[in-house]
């Protein structure tokens, strides 16, 4: 093992098959050391799954697995594959971060076939987050503060149903931020939920940031308490300890029982463990992400070190592990990012207008909010993972005169505050709703975290006016017009993955309210869309067209999701026959079908025919090639779909 991290360096990935996990049970070794090893051997692969996947959360897998060891191993009775099958306890993770460490523990115990250790977050492996298509996920998790709800739904149904079983949640204690999770614990004391038992991974870390430094928990076990709860605490990555806690714990009747498990983000690799840190340093790096090949490396040697002295303690042989050929992740040149331009613009209107507020749930890293933070202290807010209070804070400052601009992903921001943004647009105040992560990729994370309904969801609030920028060029003309021309409230829909530019955009000209700008010019066909992703699709399609058929395809691109300038679109389809847009975004109640619907109660659309081009089922996870491929709006499969529709 000594030369592992040269031959690491060098481009190989390590990951320990099942027949050391099988080694395990037949060890003569109490359930405790059992417990102990299988956990090792399983932060080994949860490691090689995420290294290998290129994105994971290491930092709250680490944490959760010896929690999650010992339930599986020896205190769960026999969980399936549905909560409706048979008396068995059930166990999720509310949180949902934890997964690679979840599909490790059951591909471990042969409960997930070994070759899905490969395919974490692939389009014929395993979700980001967990997905009830995977076998023994007994429900979908991401979005925060769902778990305690679910669970007494189940317990419920289970009594209705005559079957017995114990419900485990593991929530994580950033989540705790979450409004649902208060909401959830009354009328659990209420129905005397004794079935009930919720694990806090209390690792004090939320995302990146110390959950005391956003928004500090204090007294959590008279919290708990004072709701009627059963509170125990314990080290949750001592075995022992965890141990005896929970057989206490179940003791307990009539009412439903937490476990504040006292954790360490990062567990078991010493430079990735939270407490580690210098307390100076502002964020912590290894909540997600995969590590660089020299972290991969160390990290390994400590793991398969810490392993391998347990065994020999007992006179075992050491595990021996499998290798593959690290993937190599190309970078394409030339690509841009939408992020860091925005955060250069918001720092720019800031600096000019005081009155301008940056509100961030926990995000900054990916919301581009950490220089604004560092150069304007006094004009930001960290509201923590709490977007309904968020939303509403920033509908108090708007009424008081300010310009609040609320920053989070776009399939939370517009979906869990949307009853306290359409609440702000009947005051008639400006707020500026920005939305990151949108549209179908990035797709690792899972469709919890893919942003393909937003515009559905809030199009139609009175006020609200919907913008996506295609290009760095034009976020700071949109950011202008939203601070100093709308009268009313904007959201800005932004992809956070890099993107190929458009060579021929031109956003010279003037920005008007429900107009596009060409990117291609032509007179049979018309192509309408939005954003950087399918533009640039679509220019590629566009070549394709003038290469085979010698045929020039009309493009028209528009940042204007719920606005249109009917006369402008009028002139610009007046020669065309065929009408089709084209949106990263379902395809019912989106873009589409704003734009469709005007241009055909005005007659634009008589006798041309129209189809709208996006997202028809529920999005895939995976790579960003194989699920656009997956969902045919790549460039080939956008071609033969266009072919297809006007030769028909």
């Known amino acids: 093992m000594g030369d592992l991290i040269s031959q690491e360096v060098s481009g190989n990935l390590y990951f320990v098959p099942f027949k050391e996990f099988e080694k395990i049970n037949q060890y003569d070794i109490t359930n405790i050391e059992k417990a102990k090893l299988f956990s090792g051997l399983c932060r080994i692969n949860t490691l090689y799954m995420i290294a290998k996947a290129g994105s994971g959360h290491i930092g709250s897998s680490f944490s959760s697995m010896d929690i999650l060891a010992w339930l599986y191993l020896f205190e769960m009775n026999g969980q399936v594959n549905s909560p409706v099958d048979n008396n068995s306890d059930i166990f999720f993770s509310s949180k949902g971060h934890d997964a690679p460490a979840l599909y490790s ?8 076939k070994f070759d899905l250790i490969h395919k974490l977050r692939r389009i014929d492996g395993l979700p980001g987050h967990p997905d009830i298509s995977t076998p023994n996920i007994i429900t979908n998790t991401g979005s925060l503060g769902m778990g305690i709800s679910k669970a007494k739904g189940m317990i419920f149904a289970n009594k209705k149903l005559g079957k017995k079983g114990n419900v485990y949640v593991l929530t994580g204690d950033g989540e705790l931020q979450e409004g649902q999770i208060w909401e959830s614990l ?11 038992i919720v694990i806090i991974d209390h690792n004090k870390l939320q995302s990146d940031t110390a959950v005391s430094k956003v928004s500090d928990l204090g007294d959590l076990g008279a919290k708990f308490s004072a709701f009627g709860w059963h509170v125990s605490r314990c080290d949750g990555n001592n075995i022992t300890e965890f141990s005896k806690t929970l057989e206490n714990c179940k003791k307990v009747k009539d009412k439903p029982k937490v476990i504040i498990a006292d954790t360490i983000k990062g567990k078991g690799v010493s430079f990735m463990e939270h407490t580690s840190i210098d307390s100076d340093v502002e964020l912590y790096k290894y909540h997600s992400g995969a590590p660089s090949k020299d972290a991969y490396a160390s990290a390994l040697l400590e793991l398969h070190t810490i392993v391998n002295s347990e065994l020999n303690k007992f006179g075992f042989d050491s595990i021996e592990l499998e290798n593959i050929v690290r993937p190599e992740i190309t970078i394409q040149e030339g690509l841009h990012k939408m992020i860091p331009s925005y955060s250069e613009a918001l720092l720019k209107l800031a600096k000019k207008n005081p009155k301008i507020i940056a509100l961030d749930a926990d995000l900054i890293l990916d919301t581009g909010l950490i220089n604004f933070k560092e150069e304007l202290p006094e004009q930001f807010l960290e509201c923590g993972i709490a977007e309904q209070d968020m939303v509403s804070q920033a509908g108090g400052m708007a009424l008081r005169g300010m310009i609040p601009i609320v920053h989070s992903f776009a399939c939370f921001l517009s979906s869990r505050p949307n009853e306290q943004i359409y609440n702000n647009a009947t005051e008639k105040t400006k707020i500026i709703y920005v939305g990151s992560l949108t549209g179908l990729i990035p797709a690792g994370p899972g469709h919890s975290h893919q942003a393909v309904r937003d515009i559905a969801s809030l199009s139609s609030i009175p006020g609200l006016t919907l913008l996506e920028p295609c290009s760095q ?18 959201y800005i829909r932004l992809v956070s993955v890099p993107y190929i530019p458009i060579l021929n955009f031109d956003i010279t000209n003037e920005l008007v309210i429900g107009r596009g700008t060409y990117i291609r010019k032509g007179q049979k066909i018309t192509i309408i869309s939005s954003g950087p992703i399918m533009s640039n699709n679509l220019a590629n399609v566009a070549e394709m067209f003038k290469r085979k058929h010698n045929l020039e395809i009309q493009i028209i691109i528009t940042p204007w999701l719920n606005r249109i300038d009917l006369d402008w679109y009028k002139e610009k389809l007046n020669e065309t026959s065929h009408v089709i847009v084209v949106e990263n975004h379902y395809a019912e109640a989106g873009f589409g079908s704003f734009v469709v619907s005007n241009l055909s109660q005005e007659g634009i659309l008589y006798q041309k025919k129209n189809k709208i081009i996006g997202l ?3 999005p895939m996870s995976g790579q960003p090639e194989e699920v656009l491929q997956y969902h045919k709006l790549d460039t080939i499969s956008l071609y033969e779909t266009i072919l297809n529709f006007v030769e028909d």
């Open 473 to 490: 060029e034009e976020i700071y003309s949109l950011m202008d017009w939203s601070v100093n021309r709308n009268h009313l409230s904007t």
């Open 186 to 196: 009354i009328s659990a004391v209420n129905n005397k939920t004794e079935e009930l």
């Open 105 to 112: 523990v059951l591909i471990g115990l042969g409960k997930l």
């Open 616 to 618: 028809n089922e529920k």
